[in-house]
């Protein structure tokens, strides 16, 4: 998952539907806003992409 600015916030490999919104580090929250997403399936189908808004 990347910020606006690009810049990868969350990123992971088998999601097993337990991410919070924290940044990498799992400590910090993001902040509101949104937030692109890429899914790359591994199997050679393009990236499904879309968007997800964080709102407190």
């Known amino acids: 998952m990347y910020n606006r600015?690009?810049?990868?916030?969350?990123?992971s490999k088998g999601y097993?539907?337990?991410w919070n919104a924290t940044y990498k580090?799992?400590?910090n929250s993001l902040p509101?806003?949104?937030y692109m997403y890429v899914i790359d399936l591994?199997?050679?189908s393009a990236p499904i992409q879309g968007?997800?808004?964080i709102n407190y």
Do not use: M, Q
């Open 5 to 11: 600015w690009g810049h990868e916030v969350f990123t």
């Open 16 to 18: 097993n539907n337990d």
């Open 25 to 27: 580090s799992r400590s």
């Open 32 to 34: 509101s806003g949104s």
């Open 42 to 44: 591994a199997n050679g």
């Open 51 to 53: 968007w997800l808004f």
